[in-house]
């Protein structure tokens, strides 16, 4: 047990306890504590997830745990409110932890560049918990990109589809001051994080249309987007429906592909039609385990700073492009 990875777990909602059980599955890794600003949360998951194992210690704020850690704690994973993202990954890099941060990284450009001097200064290794880039479908995707299997990009269509409005009334990502904003920075997230890591290039333009259906964050939304190489773009993504559907697909002069927001799936064609059976044979993680295998030494990140920049960089210019009601032209992130 003890040369096993420990990890603290902070926040202990839904998303927190599957980071728990994700950690629970890895022969290297073990939690070593639980931190949330409810009792009764850390409590529930250190019962129902651990077994109520004593050597487990909880703690009611993360500034509790690190002034008093666990023995031999390496890395910290951030389950929070977005807009604790940032402030809560800077402490932890500051007393020399490693970082997994569920997505999105910030809630803003200026913190993401913030963020990116303090994991240079400091050393640390980070990733963000963004679940398409861990999968093996998104890196045989990468890949068929990278080697110009689609030729010369041209276009991105995308959508998600579900009863968001519904399914969060009254939680804290119905409140932007917690939340940055509404379902494009939650499911939209993904989308967005998703379509930037296959195609690894920033945004140019974009204009974009909301729609808050009557709340206080956005709702519907559509909007157009050019990347860098005249890759344009169409994402249309609703909060207001039954269901769950979603999907990316990426358009080439030679080929294109479609798969999911959070991969899952692959559906390709080339010159000569349908590629019925994709050879899809890459490394497939969960965001934690890829997270141990890079503190250990047996992988390379997945979803480092660089792809937190180039999201928030594009969200940024997204909002205010839908707040003025006119077009947003980006300058070039620093990478």
């Avoid at 195609?199 to 974009?206: E, F, G, M, N, Y």
């Avoid at 940024?316 to 707040?323: G, Q």
Wanted: aromatic content about 8%; overall charge neutral; charged content about 20%.
């Amino acid at each position: 047990m003890s040369d096993k990875v420990k990890l603290a777990v902070v926040g202990c909602g839904g998303m927190g306890g599957e980071h728990i059980k994700a950690i629970g599955r890895l022969a290297d890794a073990q939690v070593a504590a639980l931190v949330d600003i409810r009792p009764a949360a850390y409590q529930q998951k250190h019962k129902d997830l651990l077994n109520g194992d004593p050597p487990v210690a909880t703690y009611d704020s993360l500034d509790a745990m690190l002034k008093n850690p666990p023995t031999g704690l390496r890395g910290v994973v951030i389950v929070t409110p977005h807009n604790l993202h940032f402030e809560q990954a800077v402490a932890c890099l500051e007393h020399g932890y490693d970082v997994l941060v569920e997505k999105p990284m910030v809630t803003n450009s200026a913190h993401a560049q913030e963020l990116k001097k303090k994991i240079e200064s400091t050393g640390r290794h980070f990733q963000i918990a963004f679940q398409a880039p861990f999968t093996q479908e998104f890196a045989y995707i990468r890949e068929q990109i990278q080697a110009g299997a689609l030729g010369e990009l041209q276009t991105i269509t995308a959508h998600s589809c579900q009863g968001w409005k519904k399914i969060c009334a009254g939680t804290w990502r119905h409140d932007p001051k917690q939340s940055g904003g509404g379902q494009m920075y939650d499911t939209g997230a993904h989308l967005f994080n998703a379509i930037t890591w296959l195609v690894d290039r920033p945004a140019l333009d974009v204009f974009c249309i909301t729609d808050n259906k009557g709340l206080e964050v956005d709702i519907n939304a559509a909007m157009t987007i050019r990347w860098e190489g005249n890759v344009l773009g169409s994402v249309n993504i609703s909060a207001n429906t039954p269901g769950w559907q979603e999907g990316i697909l990426i358009a080439g002069d030679k080929g294109r592909i479609g798969t999911g927001i959070h991969g899952g799936r692959v559906e390709q064609w080339n010159e000569k039609g349908i590629v019925k059976y994709p050879q899809v044979t890459q490394t497939h993680y969960t965001p934690v385990e890829n997270f141990v295998d890079c503190l250990l030494g047996k992988a390379q990140p997945r979803c480092p700073v660089r792809y937190g920049i180039l999201h928030s960089w594009l969200m940024d210019a997204l909002y205010a492009s839908a707040r003025d009601g006119k077009p947003v032209k980006l300058s070039k992130p620093p990478l």
